[in-house]
């Protein structure tokens, strides 16, 4: 990494070569059409003792369409001065930005480092809850020992690739690549996930916990796009109101015409005036006179 710009953020920190990169074997692939970034939620050292973190990251940068780079979890000074510049945290090899990439991928080891994987995201500027994230965030993928019981950390994440890793991911990684290629959202990404956990289910190629929880990712995705919708309909009345109505948003088309709905509105008016007049309790019926 091209270390120029966080010339004056290394010298102040204890160890500076856990976040310049630049080791012996360091794969960088770039101008690459999909930019993943392979996150390790826990410091240098540790992380890079990882054979799995090794093994993983090279049978992606095998992908021909796909540069894997590598970000770990700052120390407490490297973070101190993070916040205090404002800068966010950065891949190794690059130096760019994590909100920079396309894929943000963390592996989960143990339960003790949930806490850095939201930290992490923070500190990238990434909002950490997925019903936060929009159409433009990353993709932030989860995998790892901890995610066989992915529902503490469901909220943080779009989606988990529960198992091993070597063929899951690279399979995963293609098919949302050739969805980006077709133009196709997020949401619609995780559809066909999910419709691929399902088909690898009914093959006997995976558990029925991976469809579980492709199609719970799935749904929450079209949850986050339901509230925000809503917020923007929302906004919009505000808008309307605040110009004392008769204003309408030329991007938002009505549902049915207009004539329709004063019609709709004209017979609720009468049904609640008609509703709001007494009405005479039914005559009872006088029991027959005795003979």
Same mark, same amino acid.
């Given at each position: 990494?091209?270390?120029?710009?966080?010339?004056?953020?290394?010298? =102040?920190? /204890?160890?500076?070569?856990?976040?310049? +990169? %630049?080791?012996?074997?360091?794969?960088?692939? $770039?101008? *690459?059409?999909?930019?993943?970034?392979?996150?390790?939620?826990?410091?240098?050292?540790?992380?890079?003792?990882?054979?799995?973190?090794?093994?993983?990251?090279?049978?992606?940068?095998?992908?021909?369409?796909?540069?894997?780079?590598?970000?770990?979890?700052?120390?407490?000074?490297?973070?101190?001065?993070?916040?205090?510049?404002?800068?966010?945290?950065?891949?190794?090899?690059?130096?760019?930005?994590?909100?920079?990439?396309?894929?943000?991928?963390?592996?989960?080891?143990?339960?003790?480092?949930?806490?850095?994987?939201?930290?992490?995201?923070?500190?990238?500027?990434?909002?950490?809850?997925?019903?936060? =994230?929009? /159409?433009?965030?990353?993709?932030?993928? +989860? %995998?790892?020992?901890?995610?066989?019981?992915? $529902?503490? *950390?469901?909220?943080?994440?779009?989606?988990?690739?529960?198992?091993?890793?070597?063929?899951?991911?690279?399979?995963?990684?293609?098919?949302?690549?050739?969805?980006?290629?077709?133009?196709?959202?997020?949401?619609?990404?995780?559809?066909?996930?999910?419709?691929?956990?399902?088909?690898?289910?009914?093959?006997?190629?995976?558990?029925?916990?991976?469809?579980?929880?492709?199609?719970?990712?799935?749904?929450?995705?079209?949850?986050?796009?339901?509230?925000?919708?809503?917020?923007?309909?929302?906004?919009?009345?505000?808008?309307?109101?605040?110009?004392?109505?008769?204003?309408?948003?030329?991007?938002?088309?009505?549902?049915?015409?207009?004539?329709?709905?004063?019609?709709?509105?004209?017979?609720?008016?009468?049904?609640?005036?008609?509703?709001?007049?007494?009405?005479?309790?039914?005559?009872?019926?006088?029991?027959?006179?005795?003979?």
């Amino acid at each position: 990494m091209k270390t120029d710009r966080y010339a004056a953020l290394l010298r =102040r920190v /204890e160890k500076p070569g856990r976040y310049t +990169g %630049g080791e012996f074997g360091e794969v960088y692939k $770039e101008n *690459m059409p999909v930019r993943m970034c392979f996150c390790f939620p826990d410091t240098y050292e540790i992380g890079m003792s990882n054979l799995g973190m090794k093994i993983l990251t090279g049978a992606l940068n095998r992908l021909d369409f796909l540069g894997c780079e590598r970000c770990f979890a700052p120390w407490a000074d490297m973070e101190a001065e993070l916040r205090k510049t404002g800068t966010k945290l950065f891949a190794l090899e690059s130096g760019d930005p994590l909100d920079a990439f396309d894929v943000v991928a963390f592996t989960m080891q143990y339960e003790l480092c949930y806490t850095n994987v939201v930290n992490m995201l923070r500190l990238a500027g990434i909002p950490p809850l997925a019903r936060d =994230r929009g /159409e433009d965030a990353p993709l932030i993928l +989860g %995998g790892g020992p901890c995610t066989y019981n992915p $529902e503490p *950390m469901a909220d943080f994440f779009d989606i988990f690739s529960i198992g091993e890793g070597e063929e899951a991911l690279p399979e995963l990684l293609t098919l949302y690549y050739e969805c980006r290629e077709n133009g196709m959202s997020k949401r619609e990404f995780l559809r066909r996930a999910a419709e691929i956990a399902r088909l690898q289910y009914d093959n006997g190629y995976t558990d029925y916990l991976t469809v579980l929880d492709a199609e719970r990712q799935l749904f929450s995705a079209e949850l986050s796009l339901a509230n925000a919708l809503r917020d923007r309909l929302n906004a919009v009345v505000s808008v309307c109101m605040a110009l004392g109505g008769g204003w309408q948003d030329p991007n938002v088309k009505p549902s049915f015409p207009v004539a329709d709905a004063e019609e709709l509105v004209k017979a609720h008016d009468a049904a609640g005036q008609k509703a709001s007049q007494p009405v005479a309790a039914p005559a009872k019926e006088q029991p027959a006179a005795k003979q």
